[in-house]
């Protein structure tokens, strides 16, 4: 018996990366082949071999070019009695946010919520939190869907918010309180950034919140001042 499980995904703005597992979960040696498809139609395909009780791991990319939502599918083919483990599929929207500044505290205790939108985990590695002039050192955390993280440089930020989980970086940095850039980046990509001013709404320890992670970063109209202090 075959089965098939996603591990991980996470995307950069014109690809995702699929991570399987693939597992003989039978009592016999056999061969097996995993199709790839895109949008019902396949694309690619995998031969592999496995040893009873054994399992193999398997990284895919695919790359978007047409904005819309797009099918990806895994299907195992093998001599298996149980098929309902043998496909995985998963939607993704090209040119629609994923992992987005969701709520922000410029002024205080200084700290940067971001919201996992995807349907699937993100497996974060290089993420760095920056300013118009500075970026805290990378962190590493992994996002399930419709996750919440908060990063903070400031440990007083458990004193004010005790049942929050957050990560401390090192280098958070410092923003202004009348105009300034927050940005989330991978390495040198920016995955989301919001140039904000104080008529977006905040103040002290009084946090900004975006309204939709769907609409546009940077529309004053996205934002205002939290009317949930937690």
């Not at 805290?136 to 908060?150: T, Y």
Request: glycine share 6%; charged share 25%.
């Amino acid at each position: 018996e075959f089965l098939i499980r996603l591990s991980d995904a996470f995307d950069f703005k014109d690809s995702v990366r699929v991570f399987l597992i693939v597992k003989n979960d039978g009592t016999e040696n056999s061969n097996f082949k995993l199709g790839i498809y895109l949008n019902g139609t396949k694309v690619d395909e995998i031969e592999d071999f496995l040893m009873a009780e054994s399992t193999m791991s398997y990284t895919y990319t695919f790359r978007f070019s047409k904005e819309g939502t797009h099918e990806m599918g895994f299907k195992l083919d093998s001599l298996d009695c149980d098929t309902s483990n043998n496909s995985i599929f998963l939607h993704y929207t090209y040119q629609k946010p994923t992992l987005v500044i969701n709520e922000i505290n410029y002024k205080g205790t200084e700290w940067v919520e971001i919201y996992n939108v995807s349907e699937w985990n993100l497996n974060l590695t290089q993420l760095k939190v920056c300013d118009l002039s500075s970026c805290s050192k990378p962190i590493k955390r992994s996002l399930k869907p419709g996750e919440f993280l908060v990063i903070t440089g400031d440990t007083n930020f458990r004193n004010l918010f005790p049942d929050v989980d957050f990560i401390l970086a090192e280098r958070f940095p410092r923003f202004n309180d009348s105009k300034d850039g927050v940005l989330i980046k991978s390495g040198n990509f920016t995955i989301d950034s919001l140039y904000y001013t104080s008529k977006f709404g905040g103040g002290y320890n009084r946090s900004l919140e975006r309204v939709s992670p769907y609409l546009e970063t940077n529309e004053q109209t996205n934002w205002g001042t939290t009317q949930d202090p937690r």
